[in-house]
Nanobody, 126 residues
Framework: QEHLVESGGGSVQTGGSRRLSCTSS????????MAWFRQAPGKEREGVVV??????TYADSVKGRFTISTDDAGNTLYLQMNNLTPEDTAIYYC?????????????????????WGQGTQVTVSS
């Protein structure tokens, strides 16, 4: 179910930065569970960050380097990624809806999410 559109992916060198954006014609990012997750080649999905009314939870692997935010109108969800490493190479997805859970095999997650996008590729070269 894809009702969100991610953009901003691309290639970057180690130590570089990238900002991903997520928009939707159907959902807003004003409240509820919203998240970014990623999937690297040959690996399972990994929750990157979840933001909801109770706060924000980052995966340990990105803590201090990635920041989730929204625009003032709640129409766009962002993921600012700094100090990128090759281990961050993955397809990045945004998601909305559901309930925030910290799942051992996934990390921070919007469990039962209503929608997610088609993903945007981020490739970090050494």
């Amino acid at each position: 179910q894809e009702h969100l559109v991610e953009s901003g992916g691309g290639s970057v060198q180690t130590g570089g930065s990238r900002r991903l954006s997520c928009t939707s014609s159907r959902y807003t990012f004003k409240s509820g569970c919203m998240a970014w997750f990623r999937q690297a080649p040959g690996k399972e999905r990994e929750g990157v960050v979840v933001k909801d009314t109770d706060g924000t939870t980052y995966a340990d692997s990105v803590k201090g380097r990635f920041t989730i935010s929204t625009d003032d109108a709640g129409n766009t969800l962002y993921l600012q990624m700094n100090n990128l490493t090759p281990e961050d190479t993955a397809i990045y997805y945004c998601a909305v809806g559901g309930t925030h859970l910290d799942i051992p095999t996934l990390g921070p997650w919007c469990n039962g999410m209503d929608a997610w996008g088609q993903g945007t590729q981020v490739t970090v070269s050494s």
